[in-house]
C-alpha cells in the first residue's frame, strides 16, 4: 500500500537529498548546484561570497593559474574543495577567495588561459 502513495512522487535528485541531511547550509547547497554544472571552460564569481568556483582539470592547470595570479597580487590563498556536507566533498568542484580588485587581473589570467568568468549573485 505504501507504494501507490510514493509512486507518485518523483524520486529525490542530489539537491533535494542536500536539502534533508540535517546541518546543510542553503550556501552549500548552492555551491554544490554552482560546481556540479561548471565545465573546465568556465568560473562563476559571487561578489557578494567573494568567491571564486570553478573546476579543476585533471593535472590541476586552473589551480595552478589561479594561485600565480594571486600571487601576482600578493595574496596567497588556496583554493578549497567545495563541501557539501560533513559527509564529503565534490571532488571536481573547487572555490577560492576573491576580492572585487583582484578580479581583473585573475580574469585576465583565466582568458588567456582558455576561461571565461560570469558573475552571479545568489
Not at 8 to 20: S, Y
Not at 62 to 77: C, D, E, I, M, Q
Not at 102 to 108: C, G, Q, R, T
Request: glycine letters at 8%.
Amino acid at each position: 500500500m505504501g507504494d501507490r502513495v510514493y509512486s507518485k512522487f518523483r524520486g529525490p535528485e542530489l539537491v533535494d537529498i542536500a536539502n534533508m541531511r540535517p546541518g546543510v547550509s542553503r550556501d552549500r547547497i548552492l555551491e554544490a548546484w554552482l560546481v556540479n554544472r561548471l565545465s573546465i571552460h568556465e568560473a562563476v564569481y559571487r561578489p557578494s561570497k567573494n568567491q571564486l568556483y570553478f573546476c579543476d582539470t585533471v593535472k590541476g592547470e586552473t589551480g595552478a593559474v589561479l594561485n600565480r595570479a594571486l600571487a601576482s597580487l600578493g595574496a596567497k590563498r588556496p583554493s578549497q574543495r567545495v563541501q557539501v556536507d560533513s559527509l564529503g566533498a565534490i571532488y571536481v568542484g573547487a572555490k577560492v577567495e576573491l576580492f572585487p580588485e583582484e578580479l581583473p587581473v585573475v580574469a585576465a589570467a583565466l582568458k588567456l588561459s582558455g576561461l571565461k568568468i560570469a558573475t552571479i549573485d545568489l
